[in-house]
């Protein structure tokens, strides 16, 4: 990040979201806790208990594990904040989906809660890319990289 005052902004969200994925492993370890064998067959978690037990092993819901490489950075902070935005928005996205499967209050309050952080995440981005286009002050801002055009 170019620009010293959003650095604080950008940690913090990067802090939260690590809280995000804390939050939701906490749920699905109690939720998956005190299955039994006969239950784990049942709800079609056999092949994942076969590698991980019942260990939170990060994945997407179709089964692929979760890597860096989903992670889009570019290093063009233009480029970088309007990626952020599009993340929050496939995690609320993905909530929203969460929200209409699930059936457990507990679940759903957690779920709702988190949802509302991506929604502020997202306009924070967008606050963030804001004060980035002002600061190029530039007629055509994709023409340049900031951290590396000076």
Known sequence: MPYPELRGLLTD??????????MVAAIVHQLTRDMTPEEIKKAGFDTYFVDHTAGIYPQFASGAPWTAATIGVKGDVITDLTEDMGAEQKARTTYDNILRLSDD????????????????????????????????????VYCMNPSFDK
């Open 13 to 22: 969200i990067g802090v939260e979201e690590l809280g995000h994925f804390e």
């Open 105 to 140: 209050p507990d679940v759903n309050n957690v779920i709702k809660f988190l949802r509302e952080r991506e929604v502020v995440h997202f306009q924070r981005f967008g606050e963030a890319l804001g004060r980035t286009l002002e600061k190029l002050d530039q007629k055509n």
